[in-house]
């Protein structure tokens, strides 16, 4: 029978480790509620990413939510319609209005030069997303935040284990926030957390997460319940003992991909960048339907014919949305270089255990498609 390959497929820990672990659990009958994993995959989290505190949670999109309201991020916030819907729907959820801007050419972020012109009096914050793990210009980002006075929280649930100079992506801003969802790099089969850099700021997070409950009898602000539980943590403490080698084999593959595509007419890919540590947890292809003889939609349906399912990551834009379309910052007209992206990009397979075969099988079919 032919087997389908999908864009990815999570890695799971080792069944009769995880199980050593269920046994602990059941033992203690500590299933959620910071317990001993949950500190402790905080504890080792720190020490693996290079960061100063994280805060665990059940998901990254309750993490994005809870990260603007630890900040009282209100009023408008500029943000990049190229990712995934959760990004602006964490706004929607604090009420906030989306400004979107443009994105750069280059690696798909926010493009920094089109920040300014879209900052009003009600601006309080930068959204910006590190696409596909591709850091985006922190720096300059920084630069405009500090001169009106802004706050920015990097949605950075593509860059887990992400360097730039040695130093963790994660470091930047004034808030990070990870996914750990069974589709990203690193994941706790749902999961997520918030990167923070003083102890103050790490306790309101904590408080947050859990219903806003300072100790027993105080409760600071309205949270919610985003709390991980204790099998996620010890899902994830095992997780991090193979990150190192799964970003190995990922980092072949897109070897691989990238030897194989570099000749053929109107497919183009992201390159390395210098001194980034990369995770390789995507492998975007742009396709020029002039040069290449066909459109990207027909790349993708036959490709989906012969069983392999790549995704058109981030088709359609957020802005694009129901929710989102009126407002006047979605326009397309607003958001060229996003609006051409999102027509061309797919996101070919690539998880670790895509072996070779099948790399070479993809490349095939795109070729012999012409
Ligand atoms: C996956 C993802 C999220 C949401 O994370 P969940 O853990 O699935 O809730 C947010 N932003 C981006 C860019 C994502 O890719």
């Known amino acids: 029978m ?5 864009v990815t497929q999570p890695s799971l820990p080792p069944l009769d480790e995880f199980i050593l672990y269920l046994k602990d659990i059941w033992e203690s009958k500590w299933i959620t ?10 504890k080792q989290l720190v020490e693996y990413l290079g960061v100063k505190y994280i805060s665990l949670f059940v998901n990254g999109t309750l993490a994005l939510v809870s990260a603007l309201q630890v900040l ?11 990712s995934f819907v959760a990004t602006t729907h964490a706004l929607h959820w604090n009420n906030i209005k989306p400004v979107f801007v443009d994105i750069e050419q280059n690696h798909c972020n926010l493009d920094p030069e089109k920040i300014e012109a ?7 914050a930068i959204v910006p997303v590190h696409v596909y793990g591709n850091p985006a210009n922190v720096e300059r980002i920084q ?9 920015v929280i990097y949605d950075a649930a593509h860059a887990f284990g992400v360097k730039k100079n040695n130093n963790s992506i994660l470091n930047f801003g004034n808030l990070s926030v990870l996914s750990f969802h069974a589709t990203k790099t690193f994941n706790t089969i749902e999961g997520g957390a918030i990167i923070c850099h003083d102890e103050k700021t790490k306790k309101r997070i904590d408080y947050l997460k859990n219903f806003g409950f300072a100790d027993e009898v105080t409760v600071i602000a309205p949270g919610i319940n985003a709390k991980m539980n204790e ?6 403490l095992l997780q991090l003992k193979t990150f190192d080698e799964q970003v190995k084999k990922l980092n072949e593959i897109t070897n691989s991909y990238r030897n194989l595509l570099k ?27 002039k040069q290449y003889g066909k459109t990207r939609d027909e790349l993708y349906n036959i490709l989906k014919e012969k069983g392999i399912y790549s995704r058109r990551y981030f088709y359609p834009l957020i802005s694009q949305f129901p929710t989102y379309r009126g407002l006047k910052s979605a326009k397309p007209e607003n958001l060229p270089v996003a609006e051409e992206v999102a027509k061309k990009v797919i996101c070919l397979p690539i998880y ?3 072996d070779i075969n099948s790399v070479r099988k993809i490349i095939n079919y795109i070729k012999t498609l012409k």
């Open 72 to 82: 009282r991020i209100t009023g408008e916030v500029i943000t990049t319609p190229y």
């Open 2 to 6: 032919k087997r389908n390959i999908y």
């Open 33 to 42: 509620n910071e317990g001993k994993f949950h500190r402790e995959f905080e």
């Open 352 to 354: 670790p255990d895509l």
């Open 231 to 236: 099998l996620q943590a010890a899902f994830g």
């Open 263 to 289: 000749n053929i007419d109107g497919i183009s890919f992201l390159r390395d960048i210098d001194n980034v540590k990369h995770n390789y947890a995507y492998f975007p292809i742009l396709i020029d339907e």
């Open 118 to 124: 879209a900052i009003t009096p009600k601006t309080t």
């Open 143 to 151: 630069e405009i935040a500090d001169i009106y006075g802004l706050k």
